[in-house]
Nanobody, 127 residues
């Protein structure tokens, strides 16, 4: 049984930092691209960042997170991370992690490509 579990969310003041973690089990982690997505209140879920199987390809979905967020992974512990710095109130959202089985060293920014999803972890940024 595949499980994807996010952690590390919380409440911070604007300008602060959080590090989200996502651990996947029940799958061969090294064959999966991993993605982070978020859904703010009243908005549709959107992509944040993704990373390919071996970390060779990284994609940030929006210019607003480039330079502030960093995605990384450690295949030895089946975990992907999202380091979030200089947080803004607009970053307030539920953050989801997802896994996509791939045959190439690529990651997709499309939510529909991801087969396995976590339950999410809440990030709240107060100004």
């Amino acid at each position: 049984q595949v499980q994807v579990v996010e952690s590390g969310g919380g409440s911070v003041q604007a300008g602060g930092s959080l590090r989200l973690s996502c651990t996947a089990s029940g799958l061969s982690f090294g064959y999966y691209a991993m993605g982070w997505f978020r859904q703010a209140p009243g908005k549709e879920r959107e992509g944040v960042a993704c990373i390919s199987q071996n970390g060779g390809r990284i994609y940030y979905a929006d210019s607003s997170v480039k330079g502030r967020f960093t995605i990384s992974r450690d295949n030895a512990v089946n975990t992907v991370y999202l380091q979030m710095n200089s947080l803004q109130s607009e970053d307030t959202a539920m953050y989801y992690c997802a896994a996509n089985r791939r045959l190439d060293d690529y990651c997709s920014g499309s939510q529909g490509a991801y087969e396995h999803w976590g339950q999410g972890t809440q990030v709240t940024v107060s100004s």
